[in-house]
């Protein structure tokens, strides 16, 4: 059984920081794509930030250069270092495979950024 569980999220003020970490159980990620996803009330989750096998990345437009997702493949956990956050950047956020799978959703957590 496949599950991902993430952690660090909370309340913070436009321009702090956060790194969220997934931890994946039942699922190697050194042979699988890994990325976080976002979804803000009222609006589709989204692919914030992804890594290959190979350790290429992935980021959203409006994202990269403040948000930075790496891997430990001997822990199986992803993290995304998010900096210079803002108010747009609150959602609840996700891992799971890129391309993910429907099943494989968990419970998220939320991130909210004060202005």
């Known amino acids: 059984q496949v599950q991902f569980v993430e952690s660090g999220g909370g309340l913070v003020q436009a321009g702090g920081s956060l790194r969220l970490s997934c931890v994946g159980s039942g699922i190697a990620f050194i042979t699988n794509d890994i990325g976080w996803y976002r979804q803000a009330p009222g609006k589709q989750r989204e692919l914030v930030a992804s890594?290959?096998?190979?350790?290429?990345?992935k980021y959203k437009d409006g994202v990269q250069g403040r948000f930075f997702i790496s891997k430990d493949n001997g822990k199986n956990t992803v993290y995304l270092q998010m900096n210079s956050l803002r108010p747009e950047d609150t959602a609840v956020y996700y891992c799971n495979r890129d391309p993910p799978r429907a099943e494989f959703w968990g419970q998220g957590l939320q991130v909210t950024v004060s202005a």
């Open positions: 890594i290959s096998t190979f350790g290429g990345y």
